[in-house]
């Protein structure tokens, strides 16, 4: 790792990373392990390649501590080996801001209590508890399946997206990925809120729901642009 921050005896606090930049990195550029209140702002992190998770920021749980309330601010990320930002299912509380995560990379958000705003990423977003994003750009979002530990049974994160675009990647702007979760758990299904977003696609599919992972969709005041493949240009799509 470039940087890597954890507490072995105690969760961390206060801890604050600005103005570095991390690369040629096998592992991650920023590890932080089990801090409460971390702060990484103005970092700049690429070319990281090597062994997994090949992350620009990797927030895990270290030593039997979580990561709390975590922000990521001001960073430019590019050129990493699988995912841009990773955030643990165990931690609690992130805010990703004003990001430029670049790539056809996985941001993924496996926590509760996350907020993603006014950040542009190339990639996908991977959700897997219930996230926030708000005035930000994504290529595609992946609902992913997760385990709920109350009940032992797989369930869908919860998405809730505000005056955000949708640009579309290989085929589906935002695709929805089920795992053992079938019709009859409706109960355990996602619920997706799209209000004030757009969404754009070059192939032929503004908006692809796979299986029977949604519980409840909601659009308002979203608008769907489709390319003509004759014309090449934009069309709204009703």
Avoid at 40 to 47: F, K, M, P, S
Avoid at 63 to 70: F, V
Avoid at 171 to 187: E, F, K, R
Wanted: with cysteine; aromatic share 8%; charged share 15%.
């Amino acid at each position: 790792d470039g940087i890597a921050v954890s507490g072995k005896s105690m969760q961390c606090e206060g801890v604050l990373i600005e103005n570095c930049v991390a690369h040629s990195c096998y592992r991650n550029g920023i590890t932080i392990g089990g801090c409460k209140g971390a702060i990484v702002r103005n970092c700049r992190i690429y070319n990281i390649h090597g062994n997994a998770p090949q992350a620009g920021i990797d927030l895990e749980a270290e030593y039997g501590h979580i990561n709390e309330d975590s922000t990521v601010e001001g960073c430019h990320i590019s050129d990493c080996g699988l995912y841009t930002i990773i955030h643990s299912s165990v931690s609690d509380g992130l805010l990703v801001k004003n990001c430029y995560l670049e790539g056809h990379l996985t941001t993924a958000i496996y926590s509760d209590n996350a907020v993603i705003e006014g950040t542009t990423i190339t990639g996908r977003v991977g959700v897997r508890n219930n996230v926030t994003v708000r005035n930000s750009t994504c290529g595609s979002v992946l609902i992913a399946a997760y385990k709920d530990n109350n009940t032992g049974t797989n369930k869908f994160a919860d998405l809730e997206m505000k005056d955000c675009t949708i640009a579309g990647i290989n085929g589906t702007p935002l695709i929805n990925s089920t795992s053992d979760v079938t019709a009859a758990d409706s109960d355990k299904l996602a619920v997706l809120d799209f209000s004030g977003c757009t969404f754009y696609q070059s192939n032929n599919y503004v908006f692809s729901c796979v299986g029977n992972s949604v519980g409840e969709l909601y659009f308002d005041k979203c608008t769907f642009h489709q390319k003509n493949a004759s014309t090449e240009n934009w069309i709204t799509v009703a």
